[in-house]
């Protein structure tokens, strides 16, 4: 679907293995930021300002529910944004691996909007919806005449998915839908928990993400403080802030330049370790020698320009 030069739109902050993917073609990648203010949901005056001045706009990579903010598209944004591409010569990577962690009211694809089906193609797996990120399993929706073309990729890069494997994922639809609901309504009260520990610690504010068991809090008030980014305040959490004990969470700027100042934690924990660790976090960031230190061993994570505190 892109050939070299071709403008591929990308919100951002972004999933880490799109830029690859666009660029492995030749392609070029247009950014456009998922602010907090908008719930991290798509602005469609840049889908627009894309489509009227990109030299050559030919592709469009969409997820939602969102990894990491937690943003969830709606219809209403689906429908404008279908109204937008309809017809023209534009395709849709709509990326659905969280369909199954919507927070709110019942997941929304792109492919529900007329004619969309011709113009989009909507990629859903078994990691997350049934923990089975290690099965490598996952699926495709598309117009039988894009489909064709997977089949080609497919046999001739693949074979197939190992049979066991189809097998196993056979079962999970067939036995383990009742399981999966059960265990995303528990990642949804994780997510309540561990939003509501984060929004009491000084310096920290975090939305309450749409879907997705990610949260990602601004901590940009804490950075500024301290200068230090957002990455390497995760990095200090880990194996800077205490000798024996550590939180792993990554710094938004790890999904592009539009996520520096926040964190992502995910949920898939039990919850007294996520008590423990916003507790970790609230005592470990009030702690500016310890930060200060870390930061004279790591000099790549100062802070040059503070973090807009206003978008957090
Ligand atoms: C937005 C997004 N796309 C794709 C993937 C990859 O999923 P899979 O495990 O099926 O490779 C992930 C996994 O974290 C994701 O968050």
Redesign the pocket.
């Known amino acids: 679907m892109l050939e070299p030069e071709d403008g591929v739109l990308v919100f951002s902050p972004y999933?880490p293995t799109y830029p690859a993917n666009i660029a492995r073609r030749g392609a070029r990648m247009v950014l456009s930021s998922l602010r907090a203010a908008r719930a991290f949901r798509p602005d469609l005056d840049d889908v627009r300002r894309f489509l009227d001045e990109d030299p050559s706009p030919k592709g469009i990579f969409l997820?939602s529910p969102h990894?990491p903010t937690g943003g969830v598209t709606t219809e209403d944004d689906l429908r404008g944004l279908a109204d937008l591409i309809r017809g023209r010569d534009v395709a849709v990577f709509s990326?659905e691996?969280y369909d199954c962690m919507v927070w709110g009211g019942r997941h929304q694809s792109l492919l529900a909007q007329p004619g969309m089906l011709d113009q989009a193609v909507a990629a859903y797996?078994f990691?997350k919806s049934f923990s089975m990120?290690g099965w490598?399993l996952?699926y495709a929706v598309s117009s039988p005449q894009t489909v064709k073309v997977f089949d080609l990729l497919t046999n001739t890069a693949l074979s197939c998915v190992p049979s066991f494997t189809q097998l196993a994922g056979a079962a999970a639809l067939q036995h383990g839908r009742e399981y999966r609901d059960g265990r995303m309504q528990e990642f949804h009260r994780k997510v309540m928990l561990l939003v509501a520990g984060l929004n009491t610690v000084d310096g920290v504010s975090c939305l309450t993400p749409g879907g997705t068991f990610y949260v990602f809090p601004s901590v940009a008030a804490i950075c500024n403080r301290n200068a230090i980014t957002s990455h390497g305040l995760a990095m200090y959490l880990l194996e800077g802030a205490d000798d024996t004990l550590g939180v792993a969470c990554l710094g938004g700027e790890c999904f592009g330049e539009a996520g520096g100042g926040f964190l992502r934690l995910s949920c898939a924990q039990p919850d007294d370790r996520l008590t423990a660790a916003v507790s970790f976090l609230a005592d470990a960031t009030t702690r500016r020698d310890r930060i200060a230190a870390y930061l004279g061993t790591h000099p790549e994570y100062r802070l040059a320009i503070p973090y807009d505190v206003a978008i957090s």
Do not use: K, L, V
Request: charged share 20%.
């Open positions: 999933f997820n990894n990326d691996p797996t990691s990120s490598r996952g």
